[in-house]
């Protein structure tokens, strides 16, 4: 089966960093994105990657490595307005988007 | 977890005619449903969201009468693409809301109008 995986929660600080990794298993592979969603809202795109290696875009970066069907979402200086959920989704063969059951960042102080 | 469909998967249609697409909560009751667009290698585009048993709230620049969207129960929403015309092609994606604010989503459904 087709099954992407990241983890439930994670806290981190306020200005520090925190890297959110996703592992996937897919019939194919066309492309990883990462969304964002705050609570009450629709996901907001981060970023995509379709070719193995660093895609940096302000404070976030996103990682790939298809061989090893392994992505991760590093977020710097963070902020207290990063608390969201943090959505890892694979487009398969069939160009159908596999999505994972999203990541919660809370951010303290 | 909470299960999303959307049906067809995958459609391919003639210039001119309509659309239905299908979204279903599988084992929640969906007080919320959204409908996205995605264009290739772009990001996920909100075109409406719609609340059961009321009218569906259109983002800017979407086009009501052209995408009939219809939340007539807690377990299914459908779109319409109406007239559908090339430019129509693109990638539909549901999501639906339940109690919790955790927001799953379909697998989506691929049209392509000829």
């Known amino acids: 089966g087709q099954n992407i995986d990241q983890p439930t929660e994670m806290t981190a600080t306020e200005g520090a960093i925190v890297q959110i990794n996703c592992t996937y298993q897919t019939s194919g592979f066309n492309g990883l994105f990462w969304y964002q969603q705050h609570a009450g809202e629709a996901p907001t795109f981060l970023s995509y990657?379709?070719l193995d290696g660093l895609e940096e875009k302000g404070r976030f970066s996103s990682f790939l490595s298809r061989s090893k069907g392994y992505s991760y979402l590093l977020l710097k200086e963070l902020q207290m307005k990063d608390s969201a959920s943090y959505l890892c989704a694979v487009r398969d063969s069939n160009y159908q988007l596999i999505w994972g059951a999203g990541t919660k960042l809370i951010i303290k102080p | 977890g909470a299960v999303v469909s959307q049906h067809p998967s995958w459609v391919i249609c003639k210039s001119g005619t309509s659309v239905k697409i299908e979204c279903r909560s599988l084992d929640f009751q969906a007080t919320t449903m959204f409908w996205y667009r995605q264009f290739p290698k772009q990001s996920l585009m909100l075109m409406a969201t719609?609340?059961?048993?009321?009218?569906?709230?259109?983002e800017q620049g979407v086009e009501k009468d052209k995408f009939l969207i219809n939340h007539a129960s807690l377990t299914l929403s459908t779109l319409t693409v109406t007239s559908a015309h090339p430019e129509d092609s693109s990638f539909y994606i549901c999501?639906?809301?339940?109690?919790?604010?955790?927001?799953?989503f379909g697998p989506g459904t691929r049209l392509l109008v000829l």
């Open positions: 990657n379709v």
């Open positions: 719609s609340n059961e048993g009321s009218k569906a709230t259109y």
């Open positions: 999501s639906a809301r339940g109690a919790v604010e955790t927001q799953y």
